[in-house]
């Protein structure tokens, strides 16, 4: 194996088991929660506007034709390996020149997609939460993050 490969796997485990036993890398303390309520709240932070909020709010506009293009790229790969498949039947043999641009079409296309979900989708986006009586934009956040409130959970909604 890979020595890249095992040092994902050893820091994947070690991040599940951080989070599994509620270790922190931050160092503040956790707020604690009376008995009482403890099942029924969370706790939500100030969202402070980053810079990638800012990029998916300018890309925005463009979405829809981004993904129009991303698409049709999509479906001309499908028909070059498509066409590179028909080649190789046609000649009863197996060519590998004639996958070499689809497969770096393939690999383009892949990463493109990659880099676009990363853009469109911000980590803010999946946590971010309107929280009933009081303005501002708010995400959920844990109980050791700077600036955590706690509220009651029937008044956090999804954004």
Known sequence: MKKSMLFAIVLLTIIVLMASFDFSLDGSPPIQLPPDISGRALFVCPAASSFWDTIAAGFSFFTRYI???????????????????????????????AFSKPWGFTKLLFWAGVILILIFNTPNRYRAVEVTGKSGDYVLCENTSPGAIVVRSDLVHRK
Do not use: C, E, H, T
């Open 67 to 97: 993904l129009i293009i991303f698409f049709f790229a999509a479906i001309v790969l499908a028909f070059m390996w498509g066409w590179a498949l028909y080649q190789n039947l046609l000649k009863d043999s197996f060519n590998k020149d």
